[in-house]
């Protein structure tokens, strides 16, 4: 298996709403993040884990709030989101933190906060 | 700061024109560049990385350290290379993507 997978595909929530987003990966890769990326923008790195600890938070507001139960396994918790978090969140993964090895991205979950 | 430049949001070329889509980039040490590609309804992919200096489906990229630059180029432009682009950058060391903001490339028959 060779591929990143994420669900929901797409997900809509109200501001007071507590969802979670998942990221499943089993190439046996170490490092996974999450990025948001906005529309007609590029991605933006939100959260780095490697060996199932956070080794990069970009300042994000702590109403994302990341998990990695296992090394196979990335979830995105959200909760009390506003309209502008609106966005696809992208998860990918690597083989680990080198900056020689290839990221693989998941498809996204687009999430519209209403 | 790190930033990546690509300043054309578009690039509209013929079939068999050559192709060459634009990356500078500011960064204090010495940084590892990329090329992602995203084709219609799939997911982003790497397409090249300058220190494996290898040709990916004909694309390649010279990394020019005096002028800061790392373009794409391709000699002869095919229509399943329409795509959106994106020049990336991360430090040696460690990886932490920045991207730039991307050329959407259109090859028309």
């Known amino acids: 298996d060779t591929e990143v997978t994420q669900t929901p595909k797409h997900l809509v929530m109200g501001m007071t709403n507590k969802k979670s987003l998942k990221c499943e990966q089993h190439m046996g890769h170490r490092a996974m993040y999450w990025y948001k990326q906005k529309a007609k923008k590029p991605p933006e790195l939100m959260f780095v884990?490697?060996?199932?600890?956070?080794?990069i938070n970009e300042s994000v507001p702590s109403r994302f709030s990341p998990e990695c139960p296992n090394s196979s396994l990335l979830n995105l918790h959200l909760h009390a989101l506003q309209p502008e978090d609106s966005a696809l969140y992208l998860c990918?993964?690597?083989?680990?933190?080198?900056?020689?090895?290839?990221?693989?991205f998941g498809p996204g979950t687009r999430l519209t906060v209403t | 700061a790190q930033r990546v430049t690509q300043p054309e949001k578009l690039l509209s070329v013929f079939k068999g024109a050559p192709v060459e889509l634009k990356c500078n980039y500011s960064y204090s040490g010495s940084p590892e560049l990329f090329w992602y590609v995203q084709y219609s309804r799939q997911r982003l992919q790497l397409l090249l990385r300058h220190i494996s200096r290898e040709s990916i489906k004909g694309f390649t990229a010279d990394l020019n350290k005096g002028e800061t630059s790392f373009h794409l180029k391709k000699p002869f432009a095919q229509e399943e290379d329409s795509a959106m682009y994106y020049c990336?950058?991360?430090?040696?060391?460690?990886?932490?993507?920045?991207f730039g903001t991307g050329t959407r490339l259109l090859v028309s028959p």
């Open positions: 990918a993964s690597s083989q680990g933190l080198v900056a020689s090895y290839e990221q693989y």
């Open positions: 990336a950058l991360t430090n040696t060391g460690f990886q932490k993507l920045v």
């Open positions: 884990y490697s060996y199932e600890k956070l080794s």
